[in-house]
């Protein structure tokens, strides 16, 4: 290893844990000692990587508060460093980390709020697609439905959770001022992250329409979807819900399998 | 290596760092900016809002690329996949050049995503030349590259930073961008003189200067770009200009970022030292 290589080492490691090793390789200041000098560059990057989680967890910090949420963004980053120069990609195992975080255990939903959250940042820096234009639509064979593949638009997510994520949202966010708490037990339900243009948004949807939604991610033909869900929902009407789909603009586009 | 091909008419006076904030009001004022300069890292995704911002401001002014990820002084292989994206975003948005820091910020894998000072020595010089040079032949053209601001120095380096970044320059024939806070931030945290390293820069090579605020921690000096230009920042800037010649100059303000108009006074303050120098010519 090049003395370089031993000198990085050496500071990462202290950047990243409570070392004082690299202080030897630190000209002593005359008001700062090496291990203070090595404190800043500790506190810089650990303080820079908790204000991103900060950034991209914004409703989940707004929920937990400033002081609780860094704390526990520090017990991360601690044993997640950073491994993208760009901030853009920390995080993806926040949401994780959260379910197996002790303090937490009295906060089921917060897990759910974090990895809703987490795909809005997704979401949000996402290369996006149109829905699929009237015109072409009329044109789409629909009676040759087992020769067609149904393409949702770009970006899209689905989260379903046992608790009521959007109004949790709102509330961590505090942007609509009549949400002043929220009733667990009111339940949860089906949320769907896309994007209208550049404006990033979340919807719940109801249970027919998130399996529609599920089955229309895998890569089968529509009419076997088509199929596969009637027998789920017999009693109800599909075409009620691909209306729905189109009205939303979450279809792209059908097109022919094996093309 | 050829110079990057620049119209004097599109980079001239004093710019201002982009920023997400200020999007909208530069769109609807247009303001009396010669060019924006705009952080590759935070356009490195695959579309929305601040790619399509991005199009739309390059589509009224010149920009300028600036980077912090390429971690030219590390000893990690240079990321491909960064430099592939880098070359993509250049060919959408014709920047007039792009710049990155004379630092390393990634190690084994491990990212700081923060600027960390390099040892200043002989070894150090031909390491980071080589990867410039890569970097360089990649892109086809020459960077810019940048002095950070440091709050220690290493036991094994053998010369100043000052020396090193010639030495660097020289090497790898890239061009400099001189960051006039990152001189006075490093000169008082470690007691050198900032006018010495003014004065030791290879100045044909300087191609722009940067201008931001500090944050005095009373002990040191923290480098947030988070406030105005400090009195005795601007003092060196002044140097600067007698020592240079009138370099383009780009204002940064990252954190506690304030309303625009605030950038636009600081502009205009910068501007009043080409004329005050102007004027003595
Ligand atoms: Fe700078």
């Known amino acids: 290893m090049s003395e370089l290589s031993k000198l990085y080492a050496t500071m990462m490691e202290a950047i990243y844990g409570e070392t004082s090793l690299a202080a030897s390789y630190i000209v002593p200041g005359k008001v700062l000692s090496a291990a203070a000098q090595l404190g800043i560059y500790q506190g810089s990057v650990k303080g820079g990587l908790v204000q991103a989680l900060g950034d991209l967890f914004p409703a989940s910090k707004g929920l937990l508060g400033e002081q609780f949420f860094d704390a526990m963004a520090s017990r991360y980053v601690a044993i997640n460093p950073s491994q993208s120069a760009s901030l853009d990609h920390y995080g993806e195992t926040f949401p994780l980390f959260m379910q197996r975080f002790e303090p937490l255990a009295e906060l089921p939903y917060m897990p759910d709020l974090a990895s809703l959250e987490w795909t809005w940042h997704l979401a949000f820096h996402a290369a996006s697609t149109n829905a699929i234009s009237p015109d072409v639509l009329t044109g789409v064979p629909l009676d040759q439905a087992d020769q067609l593949q149904c393409i949702l638009v770009e970006p899209i997510y689905l989260h379903r959770s046992d608790y009521p994520l959007l109004e949790l949202r709102a509330l961590g966010l505090m942007t609509e001022s009549e949400v002043d708490a929220v009733d667990i037990a009111s339940g949860g339900g089906c949320y769907v992250v896309f994007r209208d243009g550049l404006n990033t948004q979340m919807s719940q949807v109801s249970p027919p329409l998130y399996a529609l939604l599920e089955e229309l991610k895998k890569p089968l033909s529509f009419g076997t979807i088509c199929a596969q869900w009637l027998s789920k929902h017999p009693d109800l009407e599909l075409n009620v819900y691909t209306a729905e789909l189109i009205k939303r603009s979450w279809i792209a586009d059908f097109r022919a399998i094996n093309n | ?281």
């Open chain 2, 1 to 281: 290596m050829s110079a990057f091909k620049i119209n004097p008419k599109d980079y001239h006076g004093v710019g201002i760092g982009l920023r997400s904030a200020h999007y909208q009001t530069i769109l609807a004022d247009r303001p009396d900016v010669p060019w924006f300069e705009a952080l590759t890292d935070n356009y490195m995704n695959d579309g929305g809002y601040p790619l399509h911002y991005l199009e739309k401001i390059r589509a009224h002014y010149p920009i300028t690329f600036h980077g912090v990820g390429l971690s030219l002084g590390g000893v990690d292989p240079i990321d491909l996949t960064y430099l592939k994206r880098l070359k993509a975003l250049r060919s959408q948005f014709q920047p007039i050049h792009f710049s990155d820091h004379l630092c390393w910020t990634s190690h084994d894998g491990r990212h700081s995503n923060d600027l960390l000072p390099m040892p200043y020595t002989q070894d150090a010089v031909r390491h980071v030349s080589e990867r410039i040079d890569q970097v360089q032949n990649s892109l086809g053209e020459q960077i810019l590259v940048e002095n950070v601001s440091s709050y220690l120095s290493y036991t094994m380096s053998d010369r100043t930073e000052a020396e090193f970044f010639a030495e660097v320059a020289q090497q790898a024939d890239c061009l400099i961008l001189c960051d006039i806070n990152n001189i006075y931030v490093s000169a008082k945290n470690h007691g050198f003189d900032a006018l010495d390293y003014l004065k030791a820069m290879p100045k044909a090579r300087i191609r722009e200067l940067h201008l931001a605020g500090y944050e005095d921690q009373g002990d040191y000096l923290l480098d947030t770009h988070g406030e105005a230009v400090h009195e005795p920042v601007w003092g060196l800037y002044e140097r600067a200009l007698e020592e240079y010649g009138e370099i383009p100059t780009l204002l940064e303000w990252d954190t506690n970022i304030p309303d625009f108009s605030v950038l636009m006074q600081e502009q205009s303050r910068a501007l009043n030292y080409w004329t005050k120098k102007q004027a003595r010519v």
